[in-house]
């Protein structure tokens, strides 16, 4: 993962409204929200175009990056991946890891269809961060600690009212067009060039 050191230094916390996981610094001059889902394949080629991008430019504070995690695909699909693997990305933020977790889940993501972030599946790509894996992260993991953050987040998802599923984006607040454009989400120089463009109007 070309990103790996770039997100072992990024910071991580919770944003104000207590659901949403912030990536970056506050100082940073656009904020770019993503709506995503650990189990949906189009957010997995999203994360794999554009993660090394956003990963520098939250890094060089030219972005605030806000993650709200939704979890509908396990109404559709068999087993709970989505719960679990959400779950997870929650212990991992509580527990000092969650930008290069985050990333690995997607690049590690089973097929959709299929049913495989297992609990244990999910501490075996742990283990690839360092420092993360201990009893208390895998206690969160395996008794679901944050199963109600996870069905919190998730409302903040259906709240937020997004056009275009996941992945789907507000710049600044403002929802983005995807279907305008879709260069967003496989040019890495697009979405750059988009999201310096939105912070030099403010």
């Known amino acids: 993962m070309p990103q790996r050191q770039v997100l072992l230094g990024l910071p991580a916390a919770l944003g104000r409204d207590g659901t949403a996981v912030e990536v970056g610094y506050r100082d940073a001059p656009a904020t770019l929200t993503l709506f995503e889902d650990y189990r949906c394949s189009t957010t997995r080629g999203f994360e794999t175009a554009q993660g090394a991008t956003l990963a520098d430019m939250a890094a060089r ?19 709970p991946g989505a719960l679990l693997a959400t779950n997870a990305a929650r212990a991992a933020l509580a527990h000092g890891g969650f930008p290069l977790y985050h990333a690995l889940l997607f690049a590690n993501q089973p097929p959709e269809y299929s049913d495989g972030f297992t609990e244990e599946r999910l501490l075996e790509i742990a283990s690839a961060v360092p420092g993360l894996r201990g ?40 929802e983005v067009d995807l279907g305008t454009h879709p260069e967003l989400l496989t040019r890495p120089e697009a979405l750059q060039s988009f999201i310096r463009g939105a912070a030099e109007q403010d």
Request: aromatic share 10%; glycine share 8%; no cysteine.
């Open 61 to 79: 504070h030219q972005v605030l990056i806000r993650y709200v995690l939704e979890s509908s695909l396990d109404q559709r699909l068999p087993g």
């Open 135 to 174: 009893n208390a992260f895998d206690g969160d993991v395996h008794s679901l600690a944050y199963r109600d953050w996870v069905a919190q987040a998730q409302q903040a998802y259906t709240n937020a009212g997004v056009h275009f599923g996941t992945p789907s984006m507000l710049l600044n607040g403002s």
